[in-house]
């Protein structure tokens, strides 16, 4: 079974509405994170939590907010989706003994029309 | 600011045979983290090979190694009897040490072909 998972794993919506992301994991790690992924931009950090009452932005937090339900959930909500959020969705984590290292779910694809 | 670059949008290489993508990176940090990341058509993203910048000995992961130069912040990653399954994008991504705010830079990506 896979440590990280994502669901949706595809998802079309329309401009305007709200959308939720959700990330689970089995690691037991402590520190999770959202990025997006756009073609010729990379990966770019939108959300990470260090623990269940700790969030903070990342370089592109502007249209979303995240909730830290548990250690292993984390969901990334777009409170009003518009077309240049159409983007490929990650979320990782990490956590001791090695907390620079990330690791990935899935991916969620997402369409906004 | 620390920054990570790929100079190689796209390579190929033959099946069997061996190929190295590049990675340069640039910080005034002494303690960090370098990784190499695999994505295929699937698009899950994969780590294959993590290197401890106060290690002076190259990480090996199986067919993938790295070719760590600390001085000239360079961190290539060499694969080994190429398989038609190591076709994807690679990402180069660093890290720092030290404090909690352990950020990924990425770099843009090689795309690697393997031909049968």
């Known amino acids: 079974d896979a440590d990280v998972t994502q669901t949706p794993r595809n998802r079309i919506t329309k401009t305007g509405k709200r959308i939720m992301l959700e990330c689970s994991q089995t690691k037991g790690h402590d520190r999770m994170y959202w990025y997006r992924q756009d073609p010729g931009l990379g990966l770019r950090l939108i959300y990470y939590?260090?623990?269940?009452?700790?969030?903070n932005k990342g370089e592109i937090s502007d249209g979303y907010s995240v909730s830290r339900q548990a250690q292993a959930k984390f969901s990334l909500s777009l409170e009003s989706a518009i077309p240049n959020q159409t983007a490929l969705y990650f979320c990782?984590?990490?956590?001791?003994?090695?907390?620079?290292?990330?690791?990935f779910g899935p991916g969620t694809r997402l369409l906004v029309l | 600011a620390q920054t990570v670059t790929q100079s190689q949008p796209e390579m190929s290489v033959q099946e069997a045979e061996t190929v190295t993508l590049s990675c340069t990176y640039d910080t005034s940090e002494s303690d960090y983290y370098l990784f190499w990341y695999k994505q295929p058509p699937s698009r899950q993203m994969i780590l294959v090979i993590r290197q401890e910048a106060y290690k002076q000995q190259n990480a090996t992961e199986n067919r993938f190694s790295v070719n760590f130069q600390k001085a000239a912040k360079s961190f290539s990653l060499k694969i080994s009897d190429s398989q038609l399954g190591d076709a994807a994008m690679y990402f180069c991504?660093?890290?720092?040490?030290?404090?909690?705010?352990?950020?990924?830079?990425w770099g843009l990506g090689t795309s690697l072909a393997v031909n049968p």
């Open positions: 939590s260090f623990d269940v009452k700790d969030i």
């Open positions: 990782a984590t990490s956590g001791y003994p090695n907390l620079e290292t990330q690791y």
């Open positions: 991504a660093y890290t720092n040490g030290a404090g909690n705010n352990r950020k990924l830079i």
